[in-house]
């Protein structure tokens, strides 16, 4: 699975957009991008997931580049909720998923 | 209601003795998963399981061990012979494995202490 390059903290003011950039310059056609979150001292929980169009859920929107080296995951609202650790993933959904350190989203009021 | 549970929550033992950690999930999946995460780390795959009966090695799978006998469980042994098992454990799981099964959905977790 191509590998991922997050920064590791950013900030964001509660109620203004957040953007978590995610690099993946290495993707293969076949891999997608999967993006989790996780608060502190709970399981990891699923946000949202794409292969080449742009994608919207409940959640978040996920944000791919036209030469599907980056990405930007979206959430339009931050509320202090939203603090958490987020992953990027890249994988070709046909071999287990591997998480590395993410960024660290500190949502301030 | 559906979802994973993980019992218990926090679990002490001591050096030298094998404990196991308990994952249920009532979600009618095929895969399941366990993962170990220490303290500004990722997570880190131990076993998994396509199917009952069956499971694979991870990353990190010495000194650990695991058994499918039914699709909703998929207990942890954590034994002695792994050298540094203090962490956060969770356990997950998913439709299967490929595409749009990756969507894995995770239980709460278990914090082991070696004393």
């Known amino acids: 699975d191509a590998k991922t390059t997050q920064p590791p903290s950013m900030d964001c003011a509660e109620g203004r957009a957040a953007n978590l950039p995610c690099n993946h310059s290495?993707?293969?056609?076949?891999?997608?991008v999967y993006w989790y979150r996780q608060i502190h001292s709970q399981g990891p929980q699923y946000i949202i997931h794409?292969?080449?169009n742009n994608e919207t859920n409940e959640m978040a929107s996920l944000i791919i580049t036209e030469d599907r080296k980056s990405s930007t995951l979206i959430l339009p609202h931050a509320t202090l909720r939203d603090t958490a650790v987020y992953y990027c993933?890249?994988?070709?959904?046909?071999?287990?998923?591997?998480f590395g350190k993410g960024t660290m989203l500190l949502v301030s009021p | 209601d559906g979802g994973i549970t993980q019992s218990p929550k926090y679990l002490f033992r001591k050096e030298g003795q094998n404990v196991t950690l308990s994952c249920e999930q009532n979600?009618?999946?095929?895969?399941m998963y366990w993962y170990r995460q220490d303290p500004g780390q990722g997570l880190r795959l131990i076993y998994y399981?396509?199917?009952?009966?069956?499971?694979q090695k991870g990353d990190i799978a010495e000194g650990y061990s695991v058994s499918r006998e039914k699709k909703e469980s998929f207990p942890l042994t954590v034994t002695s012979a792994q050298k540094n098992p203090t962490a956060f454990y969770l356990c997950?799981?998913?439709?299967?494995?490929?595409?749009?099964?990756?969507?894995?959905?995770f239980g709460p977790g278990t914090r082991l202490t070696v004393l």
């Open positions: 997950a799981s998913s439709g299967g494995l490929g595409g749009v099964y990756n969507e894995q959905f």
């Open positions: 290495t993707i293969s056609g076949n891999e997608y």
């Open positions: 794409g292969l080449k």
């Open positions: 993933i890249v994988n070709s959904g046909y071999s287990t998923l591997t």
């Open positions: 979600l009618n999946h095929d895969a």
């Open positions: 399981s396509q199917i009952v009966n069956d499971f």
